[in-house]
């Protein structure tokens, strides 16, 4: 499809796209799509009158989160993502308004696109649960009993997460040195990454109902990318009995741009195997995860940047609907804007591990930078920016970016 937006060749922001998020504007936070190097102004649009005539209240463009317009259906969405594409497509209302619409995408700061009620965190590649549990139990049986029968998850501190660029402060607490029984308190000194992916909900439950895992996806309005910080030696001392704690909420980085499920419907791929056989509420039909290509760099002090790992969404043993119907069958409710984040996406060696302490082999090997730098865990003044992208023939659409540098 030609448009008359001039769009960079590899840009993650194709006509084949077209994700949500929220800038700023004359002072205020506004909804807005990505599109090329621009941003289509979602408030501006409506003000002029240009998608009153696509059947939902469009007075949801004044407000400063995407919440209400998510709220409006999977078939509002489908509605302005057609109409933007067949604007884009064709000199039409949307050209002629260009000057008054259309934002540089380079000169905009991004906020957090959602008001996130909940989060949580899942623990759902297999690789990179037996990694830790090599690791954290190396006398014992790496993956937990429970571990191939259910998605494995644990609730998080929505408060802490931030928007991709915000500085992320070292956390201190509680650890134990190896060589002493008793523990010390000061700055962590094993500060990791975990390259993750993160699905928002888009269609509420009610406390006491379930969501069937055929109707699960309904209930997905796009994901994100999520990098969830963690102290590695404040967790090791901390995790048992209960699991992450401080280790684990000081922060969580997500990329501002939400990619809808519409976008990523040409991605879909087998899921592995699972064995065993999981319960019924758990089987499903038909492809349900996604070949989402990710990679994570670092930059120590603004020094260049070394690609430390490149690995793929699709490595992921739990798929977002077993997910999302595992943390409904209880009846515990969701709303518009919860979380829900993958756990670290490891592929099955070295270069594809998301997280330091795998690559590291906790701590043991260090990896190598440019310039003669390495690293085993994270030091004051690296940045790190996490990638994602899908590719398939001459459909390509991408996450942008989501990135964050430590402070002392």
């Not at 997460?161 to 700055?187: A, N, W, Y």
């Not at 302490?357 to 930078?369: A, D, H």
């Not at 030091?379 to 540098?405: P, Y």
Request: with cysteine.
């Amino acid at each position: 499809m030609n448009t008359w937006i001039n769009i960079p060749k590899n840009s993650d922001f194709t006509l084949h796209n077209l994700p949500y998020g929220i800038f700023i504007r004359d002072g205020r936070p506004t909804p807005g799509i990505a599109i090329g190097d621009q941003i289509i102004d979602l408030h501006a649009t409506s003000k002029i009158g240009l998608l009153h005539q696509l059947g939902f209240d469009v007075t949801v463009f004044e407000s400063n989160v995407l919440n209400e317009f998510i709220g409006c259906g999977k078939n509002a969405w489908s509605s302005l993502r057609q109409y933007i594409t067949a604007e884009l497509i064709c000199e039409g209302d949307l050209f002629k308004n260009r000057e008054k619409i259309l934002v540089d995408r380079f000169d905009v700061q991004m906020c957090l696109p959602i008001q996130i009620g909940d989060y949580t965190d899942f623990y759902s590649s297999i690789e990179h649960a037996t990694n830790l549990g090599k690791l954290f139990r190396p006398n014992s049986e790496p993956l937990l009993p429970n571990w191939r029968h259910i998605p494995v998850g644990y609730h998080g501190r929505a408060s802490s997460i931030v928007i991709s660029g915000t500085p992320i402060k070292r956390p201190q607490g509680q650890m134990k040195p190896p060589t002493s029984d008793f523990p010390v308190f000061g700055k962590s000194k094993r500060l990791d990454i975990e390259l993750e992916m993160a699905f928002i909900i888009g269609k509420p439950t009610q406390l006491g109902d379930t969501i069937p895992i055929d109707e699960a996806e309904d209930h997905i309005f796009g994901k994100v990318i999520f990098n969830d910080w963690s102290a590695r030696d404040i967790q090791g001392w901390e995790y048992v009995p209960l699991g992450p704690f401080l280790g684990k909420n000081f922060a969580s980085t997500i990329s501002p741009w939400i990619v809808t499920m519409e976008a990523l419907e040409p991605f879909r791929c087998q899921s592995i195997e699972q064995n065993p056989p999981v319960l019924p509420y758990l089987q499903y039909t038909g492809n349900k995860n996604f070949d989402i290509n990710l990679e994570v760099g670092i930059s120590p002090n603004n020094d260049e940047e070394t690609i430390i790992c490149n690995s793929n969404f699709k490595f992921m043993y739990w798929n977002m609907a077993q997910q999302l119907t595992h943390h409904t069958v209880n009846g515990c409710n969701v709303n518009i804007g919860d979380v829900m984040a993958s756990g670290t996406i490891s592929g099955r060696d070295a270069n594809s591990y998301g997280s330091l302490i795998e690559i590291s082999q906790g701590g043991k090997e260090p990896i190598p930078l440019k310039n003669n730098q390495t690293r085993t865990f994270l030091e004051d003044g690296d940045t790190i920016s996490i990638r994602a992208w899908c590719q398939k023939d001459d459909i390509r659409i991408g996450f942008g970016e989501c990135k964050g540098t430590i402070l002392p």
